[in-house]
């Protein structure tokens, strides 16, 4: 079942993340006030991607799942434009053109 292997690499990592923070020392400064925004932040943003990263390995295969997982990039880029005023380079816009190019040859039937 996807959803119950997502909730066990969960586990396995967060537990293994806490248990280093512990380890070395990290202090961790939350408030009580915040633990609920984290928490949702770590379950929207960790476990759904997850699951909906397992639900397409089923659904659609192993090549077309890892094809559109690639397009994270793409997206990381055109928010750091829009969001952070990041510049882009030539080679990041040639980038995204061989990436579109080989989703596009890709999902063609």
């Known amino acids: 079942d996807v959803a119950r292997l997502a909730q066990l690499k969960s586990l396995i990592g967060g537990s293994i993340l806490l248990l280093m923070v512990f380890l070395m020392g990290i202090s961790i400064n939350i408030d009580a006030t915040q633990l609920l925004y984290v928490s949702i932040l770590g379950s ?30 793409v997206f990381g880029l055109i928010f750091a434009i829009l969001f952070l005023k990041e510049d882009i380079r030539i080679y990041q816009m040639g980038a995204i053109a061989i990436m579109m190019s080989g989703i596009y040859l890709m999902t063609r039937e």
């Not at 990263?53 to 990039?73: A, C, D, E, N, Y």
Request: aromatic share 16%.
């Open 44 to 73: 929207v943003g960790f476990a759904a991607s997850l699951y909906f990263f397992l639900q397409s390995l089923k659904r659609i295969g192993t090549v077309r799942t890892v094809l559109m997982f690639s397009m994270s990039s």
